[in-house]
């Protein structure tokens, strides 16, 4: 007899305290709680954010979390189907949540700056403190010291992707969606893994096939001491699937990738397994790393 | 109507249970057809069509045609059952699937369904013949 387990969801407030106001705290506090470090309200623990469960409860946290700018957090759901239409023959189609919230702007503008990460970890008890909880606490701390500018000249929208590890469908769905909208979108920005620097060079892989935004992170991240290393990509037949950055390229918005140095070879050896905890992330580098997109998206929303 | 099918039906009419698992096994699949369609994927409409098409055609024809297409029908319902089981297991036994959307899916709801739609499939294979019997 087969016979599936599955924990009950806990219907309580998961953020029952106040994030410390500290940049560096509060993005540990998030890690922490987002990789099962922390205990959650009521004694939930998010021990991996692979299964549905998991997901679900990862959703309401991430709600939460948004509300605690003091704006909506608003559930993007869709259906899509498998990638092989075999499997659709099996199986029910691919089904989860996009959570994003918008920092409006300060003069009714129509322009929107996207800023993306994922929130599902890689595999089955994967905590996933580097892939992708530092992406996500990035965000947050961008889109909260952002808030704080007397001037914002464009939209902000914060948002988390669900199923990134299942072939980017959560990022798919939403670019649909950013299709229909009738936003002006002047850039999207994806980050994936952020917290490991093993040779302490505090360096940042961007990928974009945008020029103007490779020239913005470069010239900020001069100005900063912060090495760059660019992958400048093709768009035109562009047909890569790794992370949540690739599926906005045909769709032909101006996109860049940002994250460890992943393909540079200093990246988290711990990704998508059960050692990928809050221990191994390096907080400091995060930081580095957070202050420097906050500048340039500072840069873009102001100018 | 042809005469063929007046008798089909008179019979499928004395038969409710019988009726009634081939019509819920073809309604299952429909709508998971058309639920498809609906976000882009046509594979699963088109298949159970096709079908469809050869119950309505086969039916026109002859009982021994009405009862080949019943007899393709419950064996792919068994092909597919059991691909269902088998998955089930390996996710449970012998090694768990990898992919989150899969592995929901072959849960204890999953399980039953697959049973009941294998049960339903033998069902229609056995008592094809009595169905017909004169």
Known sequence: MVISCQDKVNNGVLLTENLPNNKADYQKTIIGQLSGKYTLGNNTTIKSRWSKDERELTKRYLKELISTLGIEAKEHKYTSPNLNPGIDLIFNPFK???????????????????????????KRNAPGAIDNATGIALIYSVAKELSRLQRRNKNIVIVF??????????????????????WNIHS???????????????????????????????????????????IKINPVGYDNSSTDFDVF????????????????????PYKDSPDDTYETVNFEYLL???????????????? | MNTTQRNIL????????????????????????????????????????????????????????FKKIITTWGVLIIIWSFVRLLLSIVNHFVKPIPESHISNQL????????????????????????????
Not at chain 1, 98 to 110: E, F, W
Not at chain 1, 161 to 182: N, T
Not at chain 1, 288 to 303: A, R
Not at chain 2, 108 to 134: E, V
């Open chain 1, 96 to 122: 989860g949540s996009n959570i994003y919230g918008i920092l409006p702007s300060t003069n009714n503008s129509s322009d929107y700056v996207i800023l993306g990460g994922h929130y599902d970890s890689g």
């Open chain 1, 161 to 182: 992707f669900d199923q990134e590890e299942e072939e980017l469908i959560g990022s798919k769905a939403f670019a649909r969606l950013l299709k229909k909208k009738s």
């Open chain 1, 188 to 230: 999207i920005h994806c980050f994936d893994m952020v917290g490991w620097d093993g040779d302490n060079d505090k360096a940042m892989e961007i990928f974009s096939g945008t020029e103007s935004l490779i020239n913005l992170y470069k010239s900020i991240a001069d100005q900063k001491g912060i090495p760059i290393k660019d």
């Open chain 1, 249 to 268: 390229v045909p769709f032909g918005f101006n996109v860049i990738g940002a994250g460890e140095c992943f393909y540079h070879r200093d990246s988290t």
């Open chain 1, 288 to 303: 580095s790393c957070t202050n420097l997109i906050e500048n340039i998206v500072e840069k873009i929303v102001t100018e």
């Open chain 2, 10 to 65: 008179g019979v499928l009419k004395k038969h409710f249970v019988y009726t009634a698992v081939l019509a819920i096994s073809l309604l299952f699949f429909l709508y998971k057809g058309l639920t498809y369609l609906i976000i882009g994927s046509y594979v699963p409409f088109v298949l159970i069509s096709v079908v469809v098409m050869l119950f309505i055609l086969s039916s026109r024809k002859s009982e021994k045609s």
């Open chain 2, 107 to 134: 849960g204890i709801y999953s399980f039953i369904l697959s049973i009941l739609f294998l049960s339903g499939a033998i069902y229609l294979l056995k008592y094809k013949r009595k169905l017909f019997n004169k």
